[in-house]
């Protein structure tokens, strides 16, 4: 299983970025999908799940309305589009295969700053 997530940079509120999580190994269209993220300092924190077709989505309510979870099963590519972005949106986001992230990948850093 592989899972490598990109997209994440520095950007000031208010801002946007596109995450994109290439995955292969596996089944991708045969997983439901999370996004989780880890603040500095913080746990791991569930932001977003997707299911196999992409037609059930969820949200935590910290994010509900700003950020939209979507996958391309034919590329095996999950991505996670973040709008309005705030600084306690600060974190390391990984892709991962459960709401545990047990399987998950490496993380790209996502910095909210003015």
């Known amino acids: 299983v592989r899972l490598v997530e990109s997209g994440g940079g520095l950007v000031q509120p208010g801002g946007s970025l596109r995450l994109s999580c290439t995955t292969s190994?596996?089944?991708?269209?045969?997983?439901?999908m999370y996004w989780v993220r880890q603040a500095p300092g913080k746990g791991l924190q569930w932001v977003s799940s997707?299911?196999?077709?992409?037609?059930?989505?969820d949200y935590a309510d910290s994010v509900k309305g700003r950020f939209t979870i979507s996958r391309d099963n034919a590329q095996n590519t999950l991505y996670l589009q973040m709008n309005s972005l705030k600084s306690d949106d600060t974190a390391v986001y990984y892709c991962?295969?459960?709401?545990?992230?047990?399987?998950r990948g490496q993380g790209t850093q996502v910095t909210v700053s003015s």
């Open positions: 997707i299911s196999t077709d992409g037609g059930n989505t």
């Open positions: 190994g596996f089944q991708f269209a045969t997983y439901r």
């Open positions: 991962a295969l459960s709401k545990s992230a047990a399987t």
